[in-house]
């Protein structure tokens, strides 16, 4: 990776400098414990809902669980919105730090985060995966901000461990994971192209 450690594009100018950095490691890393937490909707859902044994006793291990997806998913998205500038800099509609500010911008949040992905898939290259991306926010909404409301406003209960939330939380893992897989093959292999610094 020694032959992507050199700044390029305006950023080679003018600070701050973006250096490719392998986004593999941290992707597998995300998939991984994405998966975990899917298989763990699978044994909820199998084993009774909200009277899992997962459910009653390991609840904070879910919970620290879902964190650690979180917190690898948002360290990768960064890195790969990094190599984005280097890949295409002065392109991209919003700075490297919205990559990780864009999901607690009220409101912004239930679209920001997939117009960087967006933006970042098209860095690596044609625009193929618009609709898996889309797939993927779509389920996340369902699984996160719309099933908090229809929880609370319609529902009138904070029981997340229905087969509905659960499914769609498995949905949502697997399309969460196809995502990485693409972004990341998306990001090159080989030799970064020469850009005109002139």
Do not use: K
């Given at each position: 990776?020694?032959?992507?450690?050199?700044?390029?594009?305006?950023?080679?100018?003018?600070?701050?400098?973006?250096?490719?950095?392998?986004?593999?490691?941290?992707?597998?890393?995300?998939?991984?414990?994405?998966?975990?937490?899917?298989?763990?909707?699978?044994?909820?859902?199998?084993?009774?809902?909200?009277?899992?044994?997962?459910?009653?006793?390991?609840?904070?291990?879910?919970?620290?669980?879902?964190?650690?997806?979180?917190?690898?998913?948002?360290?990768?998205?960064?890195?790969?919105?990094?190599?984005?500038?280097?890949?295409?800099?002065?392109?991209?509609?919003?700075?490297?730090?919205?990559?990780?500010?864009?999901?607690?911008?009220?409101?912004?949040?239930?679209?920001?985060?997939?117009?960087i992905?967006?933006?970042?898939?098209r860095?690596?290259?044609?625009?193929?995966?618009?609709?898996?991306?889309?797939?993927?926010?779509?389920?996340?909404?369902?699984?996160?901000?719309?099933?908090?409301?229809?929880?609370?406003?319609?529902?009138?209960?904070?029981?997340?461990?229905?087969?509905?939330?659960?499914?769609?939380?498995?949905?949502?893992?697997?399309?969460?994971?196809?995502?990485i897989?693409?972004?990341?093959?998306?990001?090159?292999?080989?030799?970064?192209?020469?850009?005109?610094?002139?």
């Amino acid at each position: 990776m020694e032959q992507y450690d050199v700044p390029v594009g305006p950023s080679a100018v003018r600070g701050p400098r973006y250096r490719f950095r392998d986004p593999a490691a941290p992707a597998l890393v995300a998939q991984c414990l994405i998966a975990t937490s899917a298989l763990a909707d699978v044994f909820v859902i199998a084993t009774g809902g909200a009277g899992s044994p997962l459910v009653t006793e390991a609840n904070a291990l879910l919970g620290v669980l879902q964190i650690a997806c979180w917190i690898t998913f948002l360290l990768w998205f960064h890195r790969c919105r990094c190599n984005a500038e280097v890949l295409a800099p002065g392109t991209h509609r919003y700075a490297p730090g919205f990559a990780l500010g864009a999901w607690i911008i009220p409101l912004a949040m239930w679209w920001l985060p997939r117009r960087i992905t967006l933006d970042i898939r098209r860095a690596g290259g044609p625009p193929r995966d618009a609709a898996l991306i889309n797939a993927w926010w779509f389920a996340w909404l369902c699984d996160g901000p719309v099933s908090v409301a229809v929880h609370l406003l319609v529902l009138h209960q904070t029981d997340y461990h229905t087969p509905v939330d659960h499914g769609l939380g498995i949905l949502s893992s697997i399309l969460a994971i196809a995502v990485i897989r693409r972004v990341t093959a998306g990001q090159p292999a080989g030799p970064l192209p020469y850009f005109n610094m002139t």
